[in-house]
């Protein structure tokens, strides 16, 4: 029979796999990183040094830690740490309260936002790199996670093989990539691929596997980067890009910071009014053909705004004689606006039959179109 793995065992399996592999990288963290205050204490400047780790022992002590009272967040953070104990570097790490995690269980105490195994595993990049380096992989961690198929096929086996120290549940799970870094998103799609309830164990175990997968990513990612052999391999889905040409920073509407998949919220086609009138200018804002047209007695005129601006709208007749202001210098929001055209010039008499242009302006940019009044 296969013995379990304890915590202790972890400690001294990962110091005999990580010994010597490490001495090289580590000789320059350990140097500048010690500082010794006034009362003699040891006091390690951040980042704090790092060692390779063995990826296949931190995902079996990540999805233990699960149910072994740490939940995804913390269970995922502490098998980083936990592993780290176990290196050249590890009296650094010594009385670190990994369980400080705990919160991110459920997306943050059960809020399914973001996924616990990526706030645990963030914080864990975070404590070994700079911000421009922890960036960079965080990103690629959450990009890849939102494309991976959970659990990994390796969980799954190290389940039905009894690898796992805590082989209660072994049954092989259902995969899906989920599209999101979100819990919610994450357990909801995996609940309806495999028909199991948001409660069942099965769910549990799906987590606990995902915790030991995305730590076991996250080693791989942090060996590379020391290794100085990362490359960045998430492809975005192409549609983050696009909609964040107009709604990202810079852009012509300007109101969205997102990395998420937009389309996965907000459907693919998700306007209220034609992107397309925005496309051919650099104008931010644009005037529909009036309705109805022709018209009798009153017209309506719709006009949107990528930005909050201050609108002009006039209405000439065919020889430019000015027949009537609609609005002047007013200001509306973003979005989709209508006005009326009574059918009265400024004198307040009924016009005449005919064509009659109406002109919109926002700044020192103009928009022009024709109706007819019978
Ligand atoms: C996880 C779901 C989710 C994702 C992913 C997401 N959004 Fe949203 N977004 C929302 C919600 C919810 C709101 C607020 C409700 C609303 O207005 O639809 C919102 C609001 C908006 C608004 C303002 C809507 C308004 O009425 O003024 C814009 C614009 C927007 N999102 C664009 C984007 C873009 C672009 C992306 C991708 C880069 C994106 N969103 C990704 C959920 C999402
Ligand atoms: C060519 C520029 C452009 C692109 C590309 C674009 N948008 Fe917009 N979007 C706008 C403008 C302008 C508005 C504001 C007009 C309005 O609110 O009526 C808007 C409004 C919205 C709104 C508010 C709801 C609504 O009906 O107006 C949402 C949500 C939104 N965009 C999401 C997206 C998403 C998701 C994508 C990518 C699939 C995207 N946009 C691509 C220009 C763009």
């Known amino acids: 029979m296969k013995e379990k793995i304890t915590r202790n065992d972890f400690f001294k399996k990962s110091a005999i796999i990580t010994a010597g592999v490490t001495a090289g990288v580590m000789g320059v963290g350990m140097l500048n990183s010690k500082k010794v205050d006034a009362e003699g204490f040891s006091k390690t400047a951040w980042p704090w040094p790092y060692a390779t780790l063995d990826p296949e022992a931190v995902r079996i002590l990540g999805h233990d830690n699960f149910w072994a009272g740490y939940a995804c967040?913390?269970?995922?953070?502490?098998?980083?740490?936990?592993?780290?104990?176990?290196?050249?570097?590890?009296?650094?790490?010594?009385?670190?309260?990994?369980?400080?995690?705990?919160?991110?269980?459920?997306?943050?105490v059960g809020w399914g936002t973001l996924c616990g195994t990526l706030i645990g595993c963030g914080a864990a990049i975070a404590l070994v790199c700079e911000k421009a380096d922890s960036d960079i992989l965080i990103n690629e961690l959450y990009g890849w996670y939102t494309q991976a198929q959970f659990p990994t096929t390796i969980s799954n086996t190290y389940a039905t093989t009894h690898q796992f120290g805590n082989t209660t549940h072994d049954m092989t799970l259902d995969q899906n990539a989920c599209g999101s870094p979100l819990c919610h998103i994450s357990v909801t799609e995996w609940c309806n691929v495999a028909n199991f309830g948001v409660g069942s164990n099965e769910r549990k175990e799906r987590c606990a596997r995902v915790a030991g997968?995305?730590?076991?990513?996250?080693?791989?990612?942090?060996?590379?980067?020391?290794?100085?052999?990362?490359?960045?391999?998430?492809?975005?889905?192409?549609?983050?890009?696009?909609?964040?040409?107009?709604?990202?920073?810079?852009?012509?509407?300007?109101n969205v910071a997102v990395k998420q998949?937009?389309?996965?919220?907000?459907?693919?086609?998700?306007?209220?009014?034609?992107?397309?009138?925005?496309?051919n200018s650099q104008d931010n804002f644009a005037i529909k053909q009036n309705f109805?047209?022709?018209?009798?007695?009153?017209t309506?005129?719709?006009?949107?705004?990528?930005k909050p601006s201050k609108v002009t709208i006039d209405v000439y007749n065919l020889n430019g004689q000015h027949i009537k202001t609609i609005i002047t210098d007013e200001?509306?929001?973003?979005?989709?606006?209508?006005?009326?055209?009574?059918?009265t010039?400024?004198?307040?008499?009924?016009?005449?039959?005919?064509?009659?242009?109406?002109?919109?302006?926002?700044?020192h940019k103009t928009l022009t179109k024709s109706m007819m009044k019978i």
């Not at 996965?264 to 009138?277: K, L, M, N, R, T």
């Not at 200001?331 to 059918?343: C, T």
């Not at 010039?345 to 700044?363: E, F, H, L, N, T």
Request: net charge negative; hydrophobic share 40%; aromatic share 10%.
């Open 345 to 363: 010039d400024v004198m307040g008499q009924k016009a005449k039959s005919g064509m009659y242009v109406y002109r919109m302006r926002v700044g």
């Open 300 to 306: 309506t005129l719709e006009f949107s705004l990528a």
């Open 213 to 254: 997968d995305v730590a076991a990513k996250t080693v791989e990612l942090l060996n590379a980067h020391f290794a100085g052999t990362f490359v960045a391999a998430y492809v975005p889905p192409a549609t983050i890009a696009s909609c964040n040409a107009c709604h990202g920073g810079g852009g012509i509407v300007d």
């Open 73 to 108: 967040s913390a269970g995922a953070f502490d098998a980083i740490v936990t592993a780290l104990q176990g290196t050249s570097v590890g009296s650094t790490y010594a009385e670190f309260p990994t369980k400080m995690m705990i919160f991110g269980h459920g997306g943050g």
């Open 292 to 298: 109805p047209n022709p018209f009798g007695s009153e």
């Open 261 to 279: 998949d937009c389309v996965q919220c907000h459907g693919a086609d998700p306007h209220s009014i034609s992107v397309a009138e925005f496309d």
């Open 331 to 343: 200001q509306y929001n973003m979005g989709r606006h209508s006005v009326e055209w009574d059918g």
